[in-house]
């Protein structure tokens, strides 16, 4: 596709179920990278692959935040055992390498924990 | 720890209007500035960047400025329409992993809505 495609779009779980969110970059993107954006808040960064090299995992708030990018292209966020605090949009965005590259952004996906 | 800080948190302002968002940031040593545009239920859409060493960036109706030393950065709407209705987001990016990628920063957000 032309863009990014993140799946689902919303997500219902009950509180201690395990969830997996998609990403599908754009074809040829190095850069991979997932924010949380809380309601009401701007989105906060997560984690950042370089092909399928986790270079930057600083921004998960606790070891129940996996992600992971196989072989450099989708890439899967993962929250095992899920609390309220979690529901949140979880946005995936994709670059060419570079600092001066932009990122460009899916629409995201709805998380809301019961 | 960067930290990013939009006022107004919301602006309602009839059509036709001028309007100015602002944004501040704490540290200076930014590769660049981005106000992005976000719709309810979508992603991010970048309306304007600016480098570090530049001063100010236009696009349409949109215009925006950046002064480092006082960490501010201004997004002016001229001529304000219904559709420019929508979040905006002002983000910087900093580096992380020397030149291969950046951190984009956020603040929270204005909401504007420009109603008829």
């Known amino acids: 596709g032309a863009g990014v495609s993140q799946s689902p779009r919303y997500k219902v779980a009950k509180r201690g179920q395990d969830v997996a969110l998609r990403c599908d970059p754009i074809s040829g993107h190095v850069s991979l990278f997932w924010y949380q954006q809380a309601l009401g808040q701007g989105p906060e960064f997560l984690t950042y692959?370089?092909?399928?090299?986790?270079?930057?995992k600083s921004g998960l708030p606790s070891d129940r935040f996996f992600a992971e990018r196989p072989e450099g292209s989708v890439s899967t966020l993962k929250i095992q055992r899920t609390q309220q605090e979690d529901s949140a949009v979880y946005l995936c965005?994709?670059?060419?390498?570079?600092?001066?590259?932009?990122?460009?952004f899916g629409d995201g996906t709805r998380l809301s924990i019961l | 720890k960067q930290e990013v800080t939009q006022i107004p948190a919301a602006l309602s302002v009839p059509e036709g209007e001028n309007l100015v968002l602002n944004c501040s940031f704490t540290d200076s040593a930014i590769y660049n500035l981005q106000w992005f545009r976000q719709d309810p239920g979508k992603g991010l859409t970048s309306l304007l960047l600016?480098?570090?060493?530049?001063r100010e960036q236009t696009s349409g109706r949109l215009n925006a400025s950046l002064d480092k030393s006082s960490g501010r950065s201004t997004l002016y709407i001229a001529a304000s329409q219904p559709g420019d209705s929508a979040t905006y987001l002002c983000a910087d990016l900093a580096w992380a992993g020397g030149t291969s990628y950046g951190k984009l920063t956020f603040g929270q957000g204005t909401i504007l809505t420009v109603h008829p």
């Open positions: 692959f370089q092909n399928e090299a986790q270079l930057d």
């Open positions: 600016i480098q570090s060493s530049q």
């Open positions: 965005a994709s670059s060419l390498l570079g600092v001066s590259q932009p990122q460009h």
